[in-house]
């Protein structure tokens, strides 16, 4: 699965999924434009792609912010020639129910997982119809699909993210864009180890996180980076709309006493 000649926009590029999903096209021939708001972390990843011989650009950008999204597209398509796909993989988690979630935090979450999806898609289309086609990779979550307790602003968001890659998927198909979805279980990420960290007991988040995965751990994100990357490549030319869990099984188990006899 090459990506000579394709360029590919990952927003959320620098760290965890995104950064895998960077490497993994790097590798393969591909320019990657990484998009993020980490600074440090995306210019150092643009310089070890570079220095292994791959082909990367680095811009600071907030997503929900359209005008930079905008501009980072313009400065990809200008360096590299093309914009080919892209991948959302920007997001934040935080904390919540239906009553203590407050304007500032659900601003927050919306503005940054699914406006700043829908800003990321709505500055590179253009680029992609002029490439004659191309595809667009949201990185959702089983949060997408079911939820878990206090967690209402970001489960929210994926479910709209959903909606957003369907939308795509159903208003760009003749012009040859695909766009479709990943929803990943727990992944180990710096996300993840952000939201241990608010237990006294780190430790204890990861071991609950393994358990409740039927195959027994979390995913390490090239998991799931090589399910983005299939469904960015032409290999799954077939796949639109489609929604497409890398969970460990989390959401095939049903809970309860099984019937033994
Ligand atoms: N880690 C998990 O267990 C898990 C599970 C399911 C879904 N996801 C989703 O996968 C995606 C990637 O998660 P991850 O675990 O790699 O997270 P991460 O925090 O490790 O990486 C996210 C990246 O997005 C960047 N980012 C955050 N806000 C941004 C903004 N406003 N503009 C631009 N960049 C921004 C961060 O700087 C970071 O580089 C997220 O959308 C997340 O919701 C993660």
Redesign the pocket.
Known sequence: MRFDGKTVLV?????????AVCEIVAERGGAVSI????QS??EELCSSIEQAGGKAAFTR????NFEDMQAAAERTHTKFGSIDSLV??????RYGTAVSTDDNQWNEVLN??LK?AWNAAKATIPFIKSAGGGTIVN?????ALASQQNVLA?TVS?HGLLGLTRSIAMDFAKENIRANAV??????????K?AASLDPNPQSVYDACNAMHPLGR??Q?RE?AEVVAFLAHESSSFVTGAIWTVDGGLLTQIGGVPQTS
């Open positions: 927003t959320g590029g620098a760290l965890g999924i995104g950064r998009v993020d708001v980490d972390a995306g950008v907030d997503v929900s959302v993989s920007a997001g934040i988690q940054v997982n700043g990185v959702s979550s089983v949060q970001y994926k929803c990943p279980g727990t992944v180990d990420t710096p996300m993840l952000w979390i995913a994100p799931i």
